[in-house]
T-cell receptor, first 116, second 111 residues
Framework: DAGVIQSPRHEVTEMGQEVTLRCKPI?????LFWYRQTMMRGLELLIY????????DSGMPEDRFSAKMPNASFSTLKIQPSEPRDSAVYFC??????????????FGDGTRLSIL | GQQLNQSPQSMFIQEGEDVSMNCTSS?????WLWYKQDPGEGPVLLIA?????ELTSNGRLTAQFGITRKDSFLNISASIPSDVGIYFC???????????FGGGTRLMVKP
């Protein structure tokens, strides 16, 4: 079965440019999460969606960050304008509907973002 | 907010040795998860624990959900070189499936 698919795997761009990260969750999963991983701060939840609706975006660092989920099979995380401190690995994860127990999240392989 | 303290931060062991790592929390969780992350990849779920006191095994891995619901440990028996990676614990309270991650344990295995 296909896992969570993220693109691109690597992105290098100059500061000030717009960056768009993409995620395709596992089919049938109804929750989608965006994380950022850095050496200093570890894994941080940025935002998550349930049934395509943003539920909690309190982890989004600034207004420069925005995320959308136009349908159940696609989500984007956009940074505009990008800054060097945004350099990190960004992960997308998805989880299936709960059936009485919390459902584990399954992660993509991440996008390694470098802002010069 | 909730925080998870994971220890040790790193371990360097000999192949064949057993490994133990743990996570403690300042507040309770309803689910504990253990993930492994290899370089250049995303975290992969190893074990999920759903009940206080639950002890679950997955091959050479064993994890337990603490009775107080504020801690969990992961043991790896007879370590092998492919066990190398970063192991993360994560707690899940329930509402919205949000996860809180520990800082990770970097495991290095000497052949």
């Amino acid at each position: 079965d296909a896992g969570v698919i993220q693109s691109p795997r690597h992105e290098v761009t100059e500061m000030g440019q717009e960056v768009t990260l993409r995620c395709k969750p596992i089919s049938g999963h109804n929750s989608l999460f965006w994380y950022r991983q850095t050496m200093m701060r570890g894994l941080e939840l940025l935002i998550y969606f349930n049934n395509n609706v943003p539920i909690d975006d309190s982890g989004m660092p600034e207004d420069r960050f925005s995320a959308k989920m136009p349908n159940a099979s696609f989500s984007t995380l956009k940074i505009q304008p990008s800054e060097p401190r945004d350099s990190a690995v960004y992960f997308c994860a998805s989880s299936p509907p709960g059936t009485g127990v919390n459902q584990p999240q399954h992660f993509g392989d991440g996008t390694r973002l470098s802002i010069l | 907010g909730q925080q998870l303290n994971q220890s040790p931060q790193s371990m360097f062991i000999q192949e064949g040795e057993d490994v133990s790592m743990n996570c403690t929390s300042s507040s309770i969780f309803n689910t504990w998860l253990w993930y492994k992350q290899d370089p250049g990849e995303g975290p992969v779920l190893l074990i999920a624990l759903y009940k206080a006191g639950e002890l679950t095994s997955n091959g050479r891995l064993t994890a337990q959900f603490g009775i107080t619901r504020k801690d969990s440990f992961l043991n790896i028996s007879a370590s092998i070189p492919s066990d190398v990676g970063i192991y993360f614990c994560a707690g899940q309270l329930g509402a919205g499936n949000m996860l809180t991650f520990g800082g990770g344990t970097r495991l290095m295995v000497k052949p």
